[in-house]
C-alpha cells in the first residue's frame, strides 16, 4: 500500500486584511499518496490553489496557514513544512516539490533563453557543473518531445503554447522532485494538444514514481487521467476519494451538480445543465425580432483564400493559412467552426468580420458581393459582431463597465442623449444576466469574474444590434461550471433575438452543446476537411482528423474514457 507524500491535518487559511479577515480553506484533510495522479476539482474561488501554495510554501501576503498540520514524507523522514524558512524553503522548492504554471507566457522570462533560464535555477541551487546543467536539459527536453538543440537556444516568445508547457514541465523534472502541481496546465490549449500534455504527465508519473497534484475546473481531464480526486467547495473538502469511485457515485450534491455543468460527447444535451441558472433576461423590448420573421441566406463564402508573410528579405516566405473555403451561414442558424491551434478558425472568423482582407475570394453578405471584404456600408451599419477569447484582454482595464458600453453605444447611436445610453446600457447588462446592473456597472474588468467579462463581451457585442456574432473561444478560459451559462446566454440570444452566430472552438463537447441539431464545419491546416450535422459528424466521422478530435475530447464519466481507450 502506497505511503502518504502529502498529509494536511484541519489545515485552514486566512487572509488578514485590515477590517475583517477571509477564510479561503477551512479545515481541511487531504493525502497525496506517493507515486499517484490526484486532482483538487472545484470553481475559480474554491480554495484549491491557495491549499497548493500552502504545499509549496508559497502562500502570498496577507495569507496565512492560521492553523493546522502540513507534512512532507521525504523518503522517511518527514518534513514540517510550515516550519521550513530561508535556506530550507528555497531547497524543499524545486527540489522536493516543483509547480507547472497556468500561463507558461507568463512564468517564463521573456529576454531569457530557455537554456539560460534553466542554468539560473541551477545556480540558485548550488549546482555549477556546466556540463551536468546542458546534458540534464538536453536530456529532459528530449523526454518532453522536443527538439532540445533547437528550443534550447530559443526564447518563449518562438515557441507553440504546447511547446512552451512541455518545456514548463521539464522544469518541473528539473531538480528530480517527488511531488509535481499542476496549475490548470492546459488552459487555452486546443484538445488535442491538452490530451498529448496529458499522456505525457501520466507517462512521468508512472515511469518516474513523481506524485501528481492537479489543480483544475474540468472534470473530464480528471475523470480520464488521475487516480484521486477531491472536489472542493468554499474552500473545503466536500468529497474525496478514487476518481472512478467519485464520478460514477457522487455523494455529494456540489459534486453532482458539477459533473451535470459539464459538456460531454455522450451525456443527453437536456440533462445538462449548469450551476449558475440566472443566463439571460426575459426582458428584451430594446432587441426584439420582426413577427415576420423568416430564416434566409445572410452570408456566403466562395473559395477564400489566405495567407500571411513571414520573415524578411532573402528570408521571406509567404504562409498559406486559408484554403479555398467555402460555406454559408443562415439567419437565426448557429454555426461552429472546430480545429486545433493553428488550423485558421480564427483567420475565418477575422475575415467574416471584415478584419482581415483575403487574398483571394468572395464573401456574400444578404446576396451581395463584398468584393472579398464587408464594405464599409456593411461595417458602419456594424451587422457583424466578434467576441474575443480573452476577456480581461479586450476590455480596457482603466474603464469602467459602463464606459466600456458607452462608446459604442454612442457611436452607433448618435441621436441618443445620456440618459437614454444609460437606459440601454442598463437594459444590455440585465440582458446578458450581467446582475445586479447598479453594482456591476461601475467597477472595472479585473474587479470581475471571468465569465462576468465575457458577459460585458457579448453586451458590447449587442451595442450595435448584429445579425451575426463570431464568438471566438468564448468560453475556453472560464469555468466549467460557468461555461454552460454562457452558452445558454447565446442560445437564447439566438432564438429569441434571431442572431445567427459562428461559434469557434477547439471543443466538440461545447460544440455539440450550443449547435444542437445544427451544422458543423471542422478545420485542419487551413481547409475545411470535414462539414454536415453535428451529431451525424460525431456519431460518424469520414476524415482521420475529426477522429482524432473525438477521441481527444474527455468524458466526466470514467467509464466512457475506458471505452473510449479500448
Do not use: C
Amino acid at each position: 500500500m502506497n505511503k502518504n507524500i502529502v498529509s494536511l491535518r484541519k489545515v485552514s487559511i486566512d487572509y488578514k486584511m485590515k477590517r475583517h479577515n477571509i477564510r479561503a480553506v477551512n479545515q481541511v484533510d487531504f493525502d497525496i499518496k506517493e507515486g499517484s495522479f490526484t486532482a483538487l476539482v472545484g470553481e475559480s474561488g474554491s480554495g484549491k490553489t491557495t491549499l497548493a501554495s500552502a504545499i509549496i510554501g508559497s502562500i502570498s501576503e496577507p495569507g496565512e496557514v492560521s492553523e493546522g498540520e502540513l507534512l512532507f514524507n521525504n523518503g522517511g523522514e518527514i518534513i514540517d513544512v510550515l516550519k521550513l524558512k530561508g535556506e530550507s524553503m528555497r531547497k524543499f522548492k524545486w527540489e522536493k516539490v516543483s509547480m507547472v504554471f497556468q500561463a507558461a507566457q507568463s512564468a517564463l522570462n521573456p529576454v531569457m533563453k530557455i537554456y539560460d533560464q534553466f542554468k539560473e535555477t541551477a545556480i540558485d541551487h548550488q549546482i555549477d557543473d556546466k556540463d551536468w546543467i546542458e546534458q540534464r536539459v538536453i536530456e529532459l527536453l528530449e523526454y518532453v518531445k522536443l527538439d532540445a538543440k533547437r528550443v534550447m537556444h530559443a526564447y518563449p516568445h518562438e515557441l507553440s503554447g504546447g511547446m512552451k508547457q512541455r518545456v514548463m514541465i521539464a522544469f518541473a523534472m528539473f531538480l528530480n522532485p517527488k511531488l509535481i502541481i499542476l496549475d490548470e496546465p492546459t488552459t487555452a490549449l486546443d484538445v488535442i494538444t491538452q490530451d498529448h500534455i496529458f499522456k505525457l504527465l501520466r507517462k512521468i508519473n508512472k515511469e518516474f514514481n513523481i506524485s501528481m497534484l492537479l489543480l483544475t475546473h474540468d472534470i473530464g481531464i480528471v475523470a480520464k487521467f488521475t487516480d484521486y480526486v477531491g472536489v472542493m467547495n468554499q474552500g473545503e473538502i466536500v468529497e474525496f476519494g478514487e476518481t472512478f469511485n467519485v464520478f460514477t457515485n457522487s455523494k455529494h450534491a456540489y459534486t453532482k451538480l458539477l459533473m451535470d455543468s459539464t459538456p460531454s460527447l455522450t451525456k443527453d444535451i437536456t440533462l445538462m445543465k449548469g450551476i449558475h441558472k440566472k443566463d439571460v433576461s426575459s426582458d428584451i423590448h430594446m432587441l426584439k425580432r420582426g413577427e415576420a420573421y423568416q430564416q434566409q441566406e445572410l452570408m456566403r463564402l466562395e473559395n477564400i483564400q489566405m495567407e500571411f508573410s513571414q520573415g524578411s528579405g532573402l528570408s521571406k516566405r509567404k504562409l498559406h493559412v486559408l484554403k479555398d473555403i467555402n460555406l454559408t451561414i443562415q439567419t437565426g442558424e448557429i454555426v461552429t467552426l472546430v480545429g486545433e491551434s493553428g488550423s485558421g478558425k480564427t483567420t475565418l472568423g477575422k475575415i467574416i468580420t471584415g478584419l482581415y482582407k483575403p487574398v483571394s475570394g468572395d464573401i456574400y453578405y444578404l446576396n451581395q458581393s463584398m468584393g472579398g471584404v464587408l464594405s464599409k456600408k456593411i461595417q458602419s451599419y456594424d451587422a457583424v459582431q466578434f467576441v474575443q477569447q480573452d476577456s480581461y484582454a479586450a476590455l480596457n482595464p482603466v474603464r469602467t463597465i459602463y464606459q466600456s458600453l458607452y462608446a459604442p453605444l454612442k457611436s452607433f447611436n448618435k441621436k441618443l442623449n445620456k440618459h437614454q445610453i444609460y437606459e440601454r446600457i442598463y437594459d444590455l447588462m440585465s440582458l446578458v444576466g450581467l446582475n445586479p446592473v447598479d453594482e456591476l456597472l461601475w467597477k472595472y474588468p479585473h474587479q470581475l469574474s471571468g465569465g462576468q467579462r465575457q458577459r460585458v463581451l457579448i453586451a458590447r457585442a449587442l451595442t450595435s444590434q448584429p445579425k451575426l456574432i463570431v464568438a471566438d473561444e468564448p468560453v475556453s478560459m472560464i469555468d466549467v461550471s460557468l461555461r454552460l451559462s454562457i452558452l445558454n446566454l447565446m442560445n437564447e440570444l439566438n432564438k429569441q433575438l434571431s442572431i445567427s452566430f459562428i461559434y469557434i472552438t477547439h471543443d466538440l463537447s461545447t460544440a455539440r452543446y450550443i449547435a444542437e441539431g445544427g451544422r458543423i464545419f471542422v478545420m485542419y491546416k487551413g481547409e475545411i476537411v470535414e462539414s454536415g450535422p453535428i451529431e451525424e459528424i460525431i456519431v460518424n466521422p469520414k476524415h482521420e482528423y475529426t477522429k482524432e478530435l473525438i477521441r481527444a475530447v474527455p468524458d466526466p464519466n470514467p467509464q466512457n474514457n475506458r471505452r473510449k481507450n479500448q
